[in-house]
């Protein structure tokens, strides 16, 4: 039994570091990777809870009740809190080298990454990594991802994604409604429009003593410290990132202030020129609808809150009705055990019929992606009879015989004609040689699209959010080939891709192409990521008639150019 200690609570981010730092350690061990995700998974989960652990663990509470916490994370947790320290983590601290050890204090940072500059750089410790990023020697000798990577692993986050404020939204609601006596609260700003990085969460709160909430606030998290405050508002610095900004509301102007606190700073001067200043408002708003009906407006979805065109639009009734999950009529991206996926081509098959859909593509990578186990000509030619077979078997159902064929370096594509003729489409995707420059990879799409069997080009730019910068392309000379050669694009709902961005698909849309809303999944749980690349829809204001798969089976096959 580890000695407990008397000590100050620790914060659930103090918490979260320290078992993110033992998964950074056991990468370098080469330890067992589930293991390793497992911590990570942990860490994320305690990161974003609203109650603290530290208070948890001394109250003897059962921590497995959490997702992804089991008896082993569970007792490291308990040690961390009952003696300040984790055993296994100081362990492997001991037998580490020096640098090693001052990178576990930067978990965030990929080890094996840092020691390949460390090498190649000839240097050896954090703050020679700092120098060397910040005169561009990390860029300039390894590449803009590494740089990337190393500055957003050194540099304290003030950003998160989307997808991992979802959690962190709802467990600040409740402890609002539930801890800290407040009457009823509700995400805006950037969340609830759906920005993909998020700096900042903003909350209208209703509440008799807004005082008293602010003081709550503070215990969020074990720890969450108060930056300023005043009778009506109140910022605070969340651990896990950005800031936590309350904005106090009267039952009476709730849906004024959710509107003030919604639209970006673009789309509210714009709103002032039909509204005059928002502040000065006599008239109090319950609702939203209430507010934009009393000007003329129609209601304007909260997505489209940027400072575009959607204040002429709601003026003219001519926003668009955006499209919806329910409106969704397939997947035309997920992958099986064939390449890279952990699930069967029938699992994934009756997977997305019982999502209530119409159709699936199997789309398993091509032969020259070997990271991703890509598969031989023949093995694509007998998951073609497989599929064959089991359409055979499917009623009200269809799966569609596709690949994610790379395109090479030289624009043409990683399978022979006489394959793809077979398919029913094809998702064409760049996996490597990033680093051509953007002429260079833009003429390597438009020759990949000058195959007559190209379909969709799948993630368009490659980025990952807040750890790779997508590759550089002439979007505008990419669309206009797409639409000479009836190509469409992929919106990927990968939540650390949303590939293409809104401002790309609102390029897209404008052009008259389609857009298929795909999750790549790579299991059958993945499919539940199409909520990511719908709220990037919208965001883009797509239509149902924009998406791609929104089409029945019949006309999908009809806008497939075969």
């Not at 940072?109 to 120098?131: M, N, T």
């Not at 995400?187 to 709160?205: K, M």
């Not at 004609?417 to 998702?427: A, G, I, P």
């Not at 680093?435 to 980025?463: K, S």
Request: hydrophobic residues 40%; charged residues 30%.
């Amino acid at each position: 039994m580890p000695q407990t200690v008397e000590s100050a609570p620790l914060s659930n981010a103090e918490i979260a570091d320290r078992l993110a730092s033992l998964a950074q350690m056991l990468t370098v061990e080469k330890a067992n990777p589930y293991k390793i995700r497992a911590y990570r998974r942990a860490a994320a989960v305690i990161r974003g809870l609203g109650e603290s652990v530290d208070e948890l663990v001394r109250s003897r509470a059962d921590l497995r009740v959490y997702a992804g916490i089991g008896e082993g994370i569970s007792a490291a947790i308990r040690e961390i809190v009952e003696t300040g320290s984790l055993k296994s983590l100081e362990k492997l601290r001991s037998g580490a080298s020096a640098e090693m050890v001052s990178l576990s204090e930067h978990p965030r940072l990929d080890p094996r990454r840092v020691l390949r500059i460390y090498k190649k750089l000839g240097i050896s410790s954090i703050e020679a990594l700092r120098r060397a990023l910040d005169s561009g020697q990390i860029e300039q000798t390894m590449g803009p991802r590494i740089a990337q990577h190393v500055r957003q692993g050194l540099v304290e986050t003030e950003t998160i994604l989307l997808y991992h404020a979802h959690p962190l939204r709802e467990s600040i609601e409740n402890f609002l409604v539930n801890k800290a006596g407040a009457e009823r609260a509700k995400a805006a700003g950037e969340y609830r429009r759906h920005v993909e990085v998020i700096s900042r969460l903003d909350f209208v709160v209703q509440a008799r003593d807004f005082g008293k909430v602010v003081e709550a606030i503070k215990l969020f998290g074990g720890r969450t410290p108060l930056i300023e405050a005043n009778a009506d508002s109140a910022t605070f610095s969340l651990p896990s990132g950005p800031l936590l900004c309350l904005q106090r509301a009267r039952k009476k102007d709730w849906g004024l202030l959710l509107v003030r606190a919604t639209g970006s700073a673009a789309h509210l001067r714009k709103l002032t020129r039909v509204t005059g200043s928002l502040a000065a408002l006599e008239k109090p708003f319950a609702t939203e609808e209430a507010f934009y009906e009393r000007y003329g407006l129609a209601f304007i979805p909260p997505e489209l809150r940027e400072g575009r065109d959607e204040i002429r639009q709601a003026r003219n009734g001519a926003l668009p009705v955006l499209v919806t999950e329910e409106d969704l009529r397939g997947d035309l991206h997920a992958h099986t055990f064939n390449s890279d996926g952990v699930d069967s081509l029938e699992d994934m098959a009756r997977a997305a019929q019982e999502r209530g859909y119409e159709y699936v593509g199997i789309t398993d990578h091509s032969p020259s992606l070997k990271i991703a186990n890509g598969q031989s000509v023949e093995n694509l030619r007998a998951q073609i009879r497989a599929i064959d077979k089991q359409n055979g078997r499917l009623t009200g159902f269809r799966v569609l015989k596709s690949a994610e064929v790379d395109i090479l370096a030289d624009g043409s594509l990683d399978l022979p004609d006489d394959v793809l003729r077979e398919l029913d489409y094809t998702v064409c995707s760049i996996h490597s040689r990033f680093a051509m420059n953007r002429q260079q990879q833009t003429e390597r799409v438009l020759r990949a699209m000058d195959n007559r069997y190209f379909t969709i080009l799948g993630h368009a730019t490659g980025r990952l959010l807040l750890k790779r910068p997508g590759y550089e392309l002439d979007f505008e000379r990419v669309i206009a080939h797409a639409r000479a050669r009836r190509c469409f694009f992929e919106l990927n709902s990968s939540p650390d891709r949303l590939d293409v961005s809104a401002e790309n698909a609102r390029l897209v849309r404008a052009a008259g192409i389609r857009i298929a809303i795909s999750t790549d999944s790579h299991s059958t749980g993945e499919y539940r990521t199409i909520r990511y690349g719908i709220e990037q829809a919208r965001r883009a204001g797509l239509a149902k008639a924009d998406v791609l798969n929104c089409l029945t089976l019949k006309d999908l096959q009809i806008a497939f150019p075969r």
